[in-house]
């Protein structure tokens, strides 16, 4: 997870916010595309290998607009589902990392569509499907015990769904053909190493968060911020359009970015204390 917070304290200021929004705009654009031009997504936009090659470099991200659904009737629910998904994620992760997520998704499914072509000569057209897919067992994984509504009825725990889903994958990746395989495989790949690359990820301790605002403070005497992150030391002179909120179960005045405040580790005077006690103890 280092590599992660180094990326992230290098090139978060970059980080889009809210990007589930636009790409729920995005699919409403592709909707009314697959409505009003028939065959123009296929033709000109469609994540085509073989016209990729030929020049065609957009389809690398035109290919993104397809919508979860071409259902009239199902879109409006489908779209709240997902940017509820996206948006969840991106409060718990942080933008920055909601980010890098989406990104690794359209990345691998560029490398999928290209390998098909190249080794194994197939023209595939990837849609979204696969990338949604990661969406959800993203947020199955950050949030297991929630409740989804089957046909607005049936209650399924997140985590059972998710089972069902990656159950799913599995037999179709055994028993489908090399298409299928590179398909899931590569398609899905960015849910698969995401966490495993995070599997250790440790909220930052209490005692980091207060060296880090001790060390800001005394780098910075003439700083006009108002406001400054506890955790990544982001201000709102780096970040106009960032809200800062202090948190009420800290025990002290600790502030955090929109990205830090639900997921640090609450600081406590006794954590604190913890280290200072040990090493005189250890005397």
Not at 258 to 266: A, F, Q
Request: charged residues 20%; proline residues 3%.
């Amino acid at each position: 997870m280092k590599f992660f917070q180094k990326l992230e304290q290098k090139f978060g200021r970059y980080a889009i916010h809210n990007l589930m929004y636009y790409i729920i705009v995005l699919y409403l654009i592709g909707l009314g595309i697959v409505y009003l031009v028939p065959g123009f997504y296929t033709m000109y936009l469609s994540l085509d290998a073989a016209m990729i090659l030929r020049g065609q470099i957009w389809r690398i991200f035109t290919f993104i607009i397809y919508p979860p659904t071409t259902s009239l009737f199902f879109a409006v629910f489908v779209f709240l589902l997902y940017y509820s998904l996206g948006r969840s994620l991106e409060r718990v992760w942080g933008a920055f990392r909601f980010n890098v997520y989406i990104l690794m998704g359209i990345l691998f499914h560029v490398a999928a569509a290209l390998i098909l072509y190249l080794v194994f000569h197939e023209r595939v057209l990837l849609t979204t499907t696969y990338l949604n897919a990661s969406v959800f067992l993203a947020y199955a994984v950050s949030f297991p015990d929630d409740t989804f509504f089957i046909y607005f009825v049936l209650p399924v725990k997140a985590k059972w769904l998710a089972a069902f889903e990656g159950f799913f994958y599995v037999l179709m990746f055994f028993t489908g053909g090399m298409r299928t395989k590179v398909e899931i495989g590569m398609t899905l790949a960015n849910f698969l190493i995401f966490f495993l690359m995070t599997r250790n990820y440790r909220r930052i301790s209490p005692r980091e968060i207060k060296r880090r605002r001790d060390f800001q403070v005394q780098m910075r005497p003439v700083s006009r911020a108002r406001h400054t992150c506890a955790v990544c030391g982001r201000t709102d002179e780096d970040s106009p359009g960032m809200e800062f909120r202090y948190c009420s179960k800290c025990e002290g005045n600790y502030e955090y970015c929109m990205d830090h405040l639900y997921t640090h580790k609450h600081v406590k005077k006794s954590d604190l204390e913890q280290t200072p006690q040990s090493a005189d103890s250890q005397r």
